[in-house]
T-cell receptor
Framework: KAGVTQTPRYLIKTRGQQVTLSCSPI?????VSWYQQTPGQGLQFLFE???????NKGNFPGRFSGRQFSNSRSEMNVSTLELGDSALYLC????????????FGPGTRLTVT | AQSVAQPEDQVNVAEGNPLTVKCTYS??????LFWYVQYPNRGLQFLLK??????LVKGSYGFEAEFNKSQTSFHLKKPSALVSDSALYFC???????????FGKGNQVVVIP
């Protein structure tokens, strides 16, 4: 099976712009989680989706949003970008309703200038 | 709230020596514990998990971890380290019925030839 894919891999945006990141989970996986990774804060949980429903949300401002489609693909959107949003955004999928091991994509490296 | 502490930023070990990466956790109820590894410019790879059962869990690439409920610890071990084990290691925890994973800040492991 193909692994988790994330597009784009690299992105440079300007403060105030918005961005949409995409994640395609492993075929058959229905749970998708998003994480933000930075050197200072480590891995921080953003949201988790299962069957198009957001089940969990991390402590991020409302500028961060996401959704999941019927084919389990997921997108996350960040509006009004700030310099501090520069990070590696990781998507992970898992097969069932309970999340055990997660399979991570390579990430999208977002740089905000 | 659930949390993970990985007390050492970096672990240096000579090739062929035993490797230990420490992790302590805090969670309500029974913990689900995980170890992941991240190589440069890559997403995280699952190594092993503890859900229930035997306290000693064996995982990928010769790694194992020991769950200690009284000490709330889940240390990762490998009997003989390889140079290729040099990477960033993350411990993660979640509670029963909660699919939100909390990750530690990560430990950089450097295996010296």
């Amino acid at each position: 099976k193909a692994g988790v894919t994330q597009t784009p891999r690299y992105l440079i945006k300007t403060r105030g712009q918005q961005v949409t990141l995409s994640c395609s989970p492993i075929s058959g996986h229905r749970s998708v989680s998003w994480y933000q990774q930075t050197p200072g804060q480590g891995l921080q949980f953003l949201f988790e989706y299962f069957s198009e429903t957001q089940r969990n949300k991390g402590n991020f401002p409302g500028r961060f949003s996401g959704r999941q489609f019927s084919n389990s693909r997921s997108e996350m959107n960040v509006s009004t970008l700030e310099l501090g949003d520069s990070a590696l955004y990781l998507c992970a999928s898992s097969p069932g309703e309970e999340v055990y091991e997660q399979y991570f994509g390579p990430g999208t490296r977002l740089t905000v200038t | 709230a659930q949390s993970v502490a990985q007390p050492e930023d970096q672990v240096n070990v000579a090739e062929g020596n035993p490797l230990t990466v420490k992790c302590t956790y805090s969670v309500s109820g029974n913990p689900y514990l995980f170890w992941y590894v991240q190589y440069p410019n890559r997403g995280l790879q699952f190594l092993l998990k503890y859900i229930t059962g035997d306290n000693l869990v064996k995982g990928s690439y010769g790694f194992e971890a020991e769950f200690n409920k009284s000490q709330t610890s889940f240390h990762l071990k490998k009997p003989s380290a390889l140079v290729s084990d040099s990477a960033l290691y993350f411990c993660a925890v979640r509670g029963y019925g909660n699919n939100r994973l909390a990750f530690g800040k990560g430990n950089q492991v450097v295996v010296i030839p």
